[in-house]
């Protein structure tokens, strides 16, 4: 039921050279669910040797075979989806339908992406001078490194690859080594549809030894990452050494503002199901809740009451919503936010604990009056727990969410245009959704300001993240 484990370099599945590996685990059950191999020192360089011979053969390749072959892997991610979506389940916890949306997302991203490569357009520029051509030239950028974390192991490696070759680069991707089936599993997609050896390389390892040596590698041009600021950062210092563009997509703290003219019940619907999906451990998850003073009771009271209501297990279990975190570490910071939270005066409204002994589950938790200092404000939850606090006015609701460093989402309930606009413009976010919670498709930018990182996976941007621009001058 699980992927078979192996590296791709050059175009072959395989094992490390040095015969190191690790266990991957089961979120649900703690059960060992495979052996994942470690690239060597040499695995690296074969596979960096690899994305430099195929680039130069990829990159001259039409735009339209470069396309067929996409979509062909597309399609093979439909016809496979309820299995990799059950590797996804097996390795990261989040609910088979959710795990099976998200591989069905992958596909579109694909499909999305093989129809924008067509489009990467240049111009013709009129010049000052008779018998002058001025050419704006797209060009590919040249081998990417790309790094993904284990929170939505198929979405994260997909918008990467996928417009890494459909814009003409070839790739190597290091998916988390604590979920690498998904991955894996959507690289077989490509090869099956195929897509010529070296093209796309998968490798694992000791993530801070990987990076150091593909990055520091000339045959790199382009890094992207999706992961924690302190991470990115380190990551933007090795890409700064050789000056190479980079895509930064570093995580959120998204605020939610209810303003006092919506329908409650209509607005915790929506809020309470982005809340615990993949419990909560996304990036766009909306994790500040303010409501405006006089429906703060009621939306309290609604929040807590839905919350409890959903069914917490397994994720291969049918019927469940929220399945368990994807790691040791987010049950440990989960107990620290709630005690945090507690010492700093705040309510307990539902859930707070660790739900039993085996498998990383934890209650869906609601905290109200939470003052700003205390740590679930100000420091990204990446999990199940709600913190709702309340405010007055329009005014001081934009400076309190405007107030940290994150930028990547943020959301607004409101049944006036023009408090809808008002607040659109206000915000400091990458994405801003009004009424609902939808920020991320195919065809529109996905991405940050601030400390959320720079650059867009998605949109006409995606793609543009793995082009150069050269202007050509051309006298008659
Ligand atoms: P972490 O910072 O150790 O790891 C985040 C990801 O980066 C992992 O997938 C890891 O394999 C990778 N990574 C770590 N060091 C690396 C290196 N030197 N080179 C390349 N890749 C490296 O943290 P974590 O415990 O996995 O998660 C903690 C926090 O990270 C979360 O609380 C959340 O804030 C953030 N996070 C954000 C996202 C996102 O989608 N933006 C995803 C996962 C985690």
């Known amino acids: 039921m699980y992927e078979k484990l192996e590296m791709l370099i050059d175009g072959e599945w395989c094992a490390g050279s040095d015969g190191k590996s690790e266990p991957v685990i089961n979120p649900a059950n703690e059960e060992t669910l495979g052996t994942l191999p470690h690239a060597s020192r040499s695995d690296l360089d074969r596979a960096l040797a690899a994305a430099q011979r195929a680039f130069l053969s990829w990159s001259a390749t039409s735009a339209f075979d470069r396309s067929t072959i996409l979509r062909k892997a597309a399609e093979l991610m439909r016809e496979r989806s309820d299995q990799i979506a059950t590797t996804l389940t097996l390795e990261e916890g989040k609910a088979f339908a959710e795990a099976r949306v998200e591989v069905l997302s992958s596909a579109d991203i694909t499909d999305w992406y093989a129809e924008e490569g067509k489009r990467a357009y240049g111009r013709i520029i009129p010049s000052r001078a008779p018998g002058m051509r001025q050419m704006v030239l797209k060009e590919p950028v040249g081998p990417v ?20 070759l459909a814009a003409g680069c070839s790739c190597i991707i290091k998916p988390s080594e604590e979920t690498p089936g998904t991955c894996i599993a959507l690289a077989r997609c490509f090869q099956d549809a ?3 050896k070296g093209v796309l390389n998968v490798v694992f390892g000791v993530p801070a ?5 593909v990055i520091a590698s000339p045959i790199i ?3 992207s990452f999706t992961g924690s600021i302190a991470v990115g950062k380190h990551l933007l210092k090795l890409a700064a050494e050789g000056l190479k563009r980079t895509t930064m997509e570093l995580g959120g703290h998204s605020p939610v503002i209810v303003f006092d003219d919506v329908d409650v019940d209509q607005v915790v619907k ?15 998850s909306p994790t500040r809740f303010f409501v405006q003073d006089s429906k703060y009771p009621a939306f309290v009271k609604a929040f807590a009451t839905a919350a409890k209501a959903l069914k917490v297990g397994s994720g291969m279990e049918a019927g469940v919503q929220m399945g368990p975190l994807a790691n040791a570490r987010r049950l440990d910071a989960m107990a620290e936010f709630v005690a945090d939270a507690r010492d700093h005066g705040a309510k307990i409204e539902t859930g707070g604990d660790r739900i039993g002994n085996s498998g990383f589950f934890f209650e869906p938790t609601v ?3 939470v003052p700003d200092d205390a740590r679930i404000m100000y420091d990204e939850p990446f999990g199940p727990l709600a913190p709702i606090t309340r405010f007055k006015s329009f005014d001081e609701v934009v400076t309190r969410a405007n107030s940290l460093e994150y930028g990547l989402a943020s959301y607004a309930f409101t049944t006036s245009e023009k408090t809808a606009s008002a607040i659109s413009d206000k915000l400091q976010t990458g994405m801003v959704a009004v009424n609902g919670l939808t920020v991320s498709t195919p065809e529109t930018p996905f991405g940050g300001v601030k400390h959320s990182g720079h650059g867009s996976e998605g949109g006409v941007e995606g793609l543009e993240a793995y082009l150069n621009t050269k202007f050509v001058s051309q006298a008659h």
């Open 270 to 284: 929506v809020v309470v199901a982005g809340k615990y999906r993949n419990a909560g451990q996304v990036c766009v």
């Open 209 to 213: 030894e990987v990076s150091e040596r």
């Open 221 to 223: 041009r382009k890094i």
């Open 145 to 164: 490194a790309a790094f993904t974390p284990w929170n939505f192991p198929a979405v994260t490696p997909i918008r990467k690859m996928a417009g890494a």
């Open 194 to 196: 195929g897509l010529p």
């Open 367 to 369: 905290i109200s009056d």
